[in-house]
């Protein structure tokens, strides 16, 4: 997705401005992931995440679409941040102010955007998260979000790349 810089700017402010409620003594090891947008790739992206959803289903946040809350039905309301997706991402390029609250209000070992292509509300809210392995594909933009940046290639299938986010949020909920 290209967005104008002043557009950049402001959610790069609003994520500055609301800052991190997280706890730095908190022995917990929570992860977010933010679910593509793309229908397709919502289903690839669960069958690979599916088991350490469902295994750390108590330390594990996940956000998705609204019309495709479907997808996580066997997990609870407490695991799930639904996103409203506006028709003018440029009239709104912020994440609502709920959901940065909720996501703020915990600490995070790994944050992991499966958007493949950039998108301004997920990338934001694993820049919020203000974990320190923060992970997603990258872009035009991605540098000033992620710390660990994954490059597709054309010819390799976007579920080999998840295969490896999910090696990397594996190992680091091991330590």
Known sequence: ???????????????????????????????????PF????????????????????????CLISENARGILRELSD?????????EDIQRNPVLPSGISGKIQSEYYTVAVDLNTGFHPYTAAA?????APKRIGFQSEYSDNFFNI?????????????????????VDALKY
């Not at 950049?8 to 992931?33: E, Q």
């Not at 694993?126 to 203000?130: A, G, K, S």
């Open 78 to 86: 407490d695991s799930i941040i639904i996103v409203p997706i506006p």
């Open 126 to 130: 694993v820049l919020q998260t203000n």
């Open 149 to 169: 940046q994954m490059t597709q290639k054309k010819d390799d299938p976007v579920e080999s790349s998840y295969r490896y986010i999910h090696h990397l949020l």
């Open 38 to 61: 793309d229908e397709q790739h919502q289903k690839i992206a669960f069958r690979v995440f599916a088991s350490v959803i469902k295994s750390h289903q108590e330390n594990c946040l």
């Open 1 to 35: 997705m290209k967005i104008p810089k002043r557009l950049l700017r402001k959610i790069l402010r609003d994520c500055k401005r609301s800052g991190s409620g997280s706890r730095a003594g908190d022995k917990n090891k929570k992860f977010l992931i933010c679910f």
